[in-house]
């Protein structure tokens, strides 16, 4: 009688992954595309040559061996090194019990590995082997070129995360380290990306209260769309719902456009001389990046030799590794300031990084755009959207409207079953924050790792950071913030404006055609 994976009978390495490959296009065999090279016929499932070399001397190996996600070859955001795998399968247990992407659909596969590109891979993989893609070679070869400008913008959740790599305690803010590094480093401009996270918020929230007042032709509950790995999986599993998911770009891709436009018109810069570099905490940035639709400053200038809105996105770590390539110590640089016109936020604008803060900072100015008054100090301190659950709620009383009814979610597991439930018509919601990873960007695909699987000690450590960033802040309204109101008098005119749309916001594709989805008895939650 055959034996089953899992019982204690020993096979050798060679023969244990033989069975398993030629036994199903699940775990160890469906990687074959990922496995850093392209497949050929000597690589096929079952055959010689395919599997990792440390496999491949004698001896025996347990045979509860659990394989590993599949990965992409050209998958922008991350990559696996074959020699470091070591098939536990904590890669599976992430991508389908968290985050529910592997193993919700059925095989064969069509044209593309399905990927969100969160990289929570990264942070569960506990030999190293899954990690983000590596661009720091671009961005030095780009900061030695002399005709080229090199524009950098640092997110919230960076600031709070980079010290890690240098031996400071969890959630450590070294905004101003991170600053004077980047500086020394080479980068000619720095900005800050909380100010585009206000300008997303002042979009977002007017769009909202369009939909709100039945201005524009567009589904509630509102859904966020700043985070590229949660906007990909709605493509992918919920292409009916693309119509709820806001059109406005995120922080990013905002600050990218407005680099070479607004930026570049005020300061007199070729715009195809502007190298644009966002530093993340996300790995699925990567992918954002190279998204077709993002390269309106390309299309705004009708000149077909502007590169994309943003040309690169680094992780918090790879920021790490360049600082220390170049022999930076780190620890003894004094604080330095991001440049003016687009490098200041508010608190709003920092909160951003952790699970609830769009929710908090957009009801605050939503307050303000429907009432034309300040939101009241509840508003600074929107206790119910805070905190590691997976789904919060909470309603935000707004005189004139009532009590709006809002949710929060964090790992794309608890999306699928939200989803589901705007799918059924029995959503109360009328807007929603959705983060593809638990806890928020704090923990994104790119941040140090601090534990493996990732920890709410961690996150919350890192959480309370950005919390205590806003409420130091001078300003903590998005719609307070100086530069937006210059952004919108001397070039965008008002949120939403026509300008506004074309520079600030998108639009999304259905990717349901990649797969067939699993019917609902085969789903994992």
């Known amino acids: 009688m055959a034996s089953k994976a899992g019982q204690a009978k020993k096979l050798s390495r060679r023969s244990f992954l033989k069975f398993v490959g030629g036994a199903s296009l699940v775990g160890v065999s469906l990687n074959l595309a990922g496995c ?66 592997y193993g919700n659909y059925e095989l064969p596969i069509k ?71 980047l500086r020394k480093l080479g980068f000619d401009v720095v900005f800050d990306t909380n100010f585009t996270a206000d300008l997303t918020i002042m979009e977002e ?70 190298f644009s570099v966002a530093i993340m905490p996300c790995t699925a940035k990567k992918f954002e990046c190279q998204r077709p639709e993002m390269a309106s400053a390309r299309k705004e200038l009708k000149d077909s030799n502007v590169s994309p809105d943003v040309d690169v996105v680094l992780t918090t770590r790879e920021l790490a590794r360049m600082i220390k390539r170049a022999g930076i110590n780190f620890a003894a640089l004094p604080d330095d300031q991001y440049d003016l016109l687009m490098g200041s936020g508010t608190g709003a604008g920092a909160i951003f990084g952790t699970t609830g803060g769009v929710m908090e900072a957009a009801a605050r100015s939503a307050y303000y755009l429907i009432t034309g008054q300040q939101p ?84 919350n450590r890192r959480a309370a950071s950005l919390y205590k960033i806003d409420a130091k802040a001078k300003l903590r309204n998005s719609h307070d913030n100086p530069q937006i109101k210059q952004v919108y008098a001397d070039f965008l005119t008002a949120p939403m404006s026509e300008k506004a749309e074309e520079l600030l916001h998108t639009n999304y594709i259905s990717r349901a055609a990649e797969f067939v989805v699993k019917k609902p008895a085969s789903k994992i939650y």
């Open 376 to 459: 009241p100090a509840a508003l600074w301190d929107l206790t119910p959207v805070r905190g590691m659950q997976g789904v919060k709620e909470a309603a935000v009383n707004i005189p004139g409207v009532g009590n709006v009814k809002v949710a929060v979610i964090s790992g794309l597991t608890n999306a699928r079953m939200v989803m589901d439930q705007i799918r059924s018509g029995n959503a109360p919601w009328v807007f929603i924050e959705v983060m593809a990873c638990p806890g928020g960007c704090e923990y994104g695909g790119g941040q140090p790792r601090a534990s493996s699987p990732p920890s709410d000690e961690v996150r």
């Open 205 to 274: 929230g007017t769009e909202l209260v369009k939909r709100v007042k039945g201005e524009l032709k567009k589904p509630t509950p509102q859904l966020t769309s700043c985070c590229p790995g949660w906007v990909k999986f709605v493509e992918y599993f919920y292409p009916d719902l693309i119509p709820n998911l806001s059109s406005a770009k995120s922080p990013q891709q905002m600050e990218g456009t407005l680099m070479k436009t607004y930026y570049a018109e005020k300061k007199n810069v070729d715009p195809k001389k502007i």
């Open 111 to 181: 044209n593309e590995i399905v990927c969100v590109n969160c990289g929570q891979c990264t942070q569960w993989c506990p030999s190293g082997a899954i990690t983000e893609r590596d661009d720091t070679d671009k961005v030095f070869k780009a900061i030695a070129d002399p005709n080229i400008t090199v524009v950098v913008q640092t997110a919230p959740s960076t600031r709070i995360g980079l010290g890690e790599e240098f031996g400071m305690p969890v959630g450590t803010n070294v905004q101003g380290k991170q600053v004077a590094a």
């Open 36 to 101: 850093g090279e392209p497949l050929t016929a000597d690589k096929a499932v079952g055959g010689s040559g395919w599997m990792p070399t440390q496999y491949n001397a004698p001896g025996s190996w347990p045979t509860n061996v659990r394989g590993r996600v599949p990965i992409d070859p050209e998958n922008p955001a991350i990559i696996r090194d074959d020699q470091k795998c070591i098939l536990c399968g904590q890669c599976i247990e992430v991508c389908e019990k968290i985050q529910s992407v």
